[in-house]
């Protein structure tokens, strides 16, 4: 079956600009989770959706991002305004339900803020 | 905060050798404990997990991982390498999540470099 799937795959933009990344997870899991892999930094818990509980966001860096998921399936993240050191690949996740269950990544989104 | 450290940021062996990644967490509960591997250009994928049971864990590609509690730790280990090992390999943990979700929390992840 298809695997977590996210797009675009590259993304440049310049600062200032807001950007929108998008997250389709694997059919049936109710978890959705998104990451953020940056040099110095490693990977870094952003937000995580259940169901049609409210998202955790407590991994959000700012409140320039935020983050959405419609229908319990598709996921958006928006970083607006964007800086240089939001630059990384945002990767997201799902799982069939969120008690530790293993995750499954997507390819991710490479994000670069000139 | 729970934290997980990785000691080894690159590691580099020649084939057949031997392998043994650290990996330590700090988390007082009951935890689950994963080692993902990212081969270069791919995506993130799960070698192996621990939930329960047997604290001696096997994952695919003849990796296995030992989760002693007393120590914290859930090292990786390999008998022989492959050039094919060539990755990077993060040790993650769950954390629980105010809706009772569970979020991953990794280490800084080591770069293995297997010579042929």
């Known amino acids: 079956g298809a695997g977590v799937s996210q797009s675009p795959s590259n993304k440049v933009t310049e600062k200032g600009k807001d950007v929108e990344l998008r997250c389709d997870p694997i059919?049936?899991?109710?978890?959705l989770y998104w990451y953020r892999q940056s040099l110095g930094q490693g990977l870094e818990f952003l937000i995580y959706?259940?169901?049609?509980?409210?998202?955790?966001k407590s991994g959000l860096p700012s409140d320039r991002f935020s983050a959405e998921r419609t229908g319990g399936s598709v996921s958006t993240l928006t970083i607006q305004r964007t800086q240089q050191e939001d630059s990384a690949v945002y990767l997201c996740?799902?799982?069939?339900?969120?008690?530790?269950?293993?995750?499954?990544f997507g390819p991710g989104t490479r994000l670069t803020v000139l | 905060a729970q934290s997980v450290s990785q000691h080894n940021h690159h590691v580099i062996l020649s084939e057949a050798a031997s392998l043994e990644l650290g990996c330590n967490y700090s988390?007082?509960?009951?935890?689950?404990l994963f080692w993902y591997v990212q081969y270069p250009g791919q995506h993130l994928q799960l070698l192996l997990k621990?939930?329960?049971?047997?604290?001696l864990v096997k994952g695919i590609k003849g990796f296995e991982a030992e989760f002693i509690k007393s120590k914290f730790s859930f090292n990786l280990r390999k008998p022989s390498v492959q050039w094919s090992d060539t990755a990077e390999y993060f040790c993650?943990?769950?954390?629980?999540?105010?809706?009772?979700?569970?979020?991953?929390?990794f280490g800084g992840g080591t770069r293995l470099m297997v010579k042929p």
């Open positions: 059919s049936g899991h109710t978890a």
């Open positions: 621990y939930f329960s049971g047997d604290p």
């Open positions: 959706f259940q169901g049609n509980s409210a998202p955790d």
């Open positions: 996740a799902s799982s069939f339900e969120g008690q530790g269950g293993e995750q499954f």
């Open positions: 993650a943990v769950n954390a629980p999540l105010n809706n009772a979700g569970n979020m991953l929390t």
């Open positions: 988390y007082g509960g009951t935890v689950n």
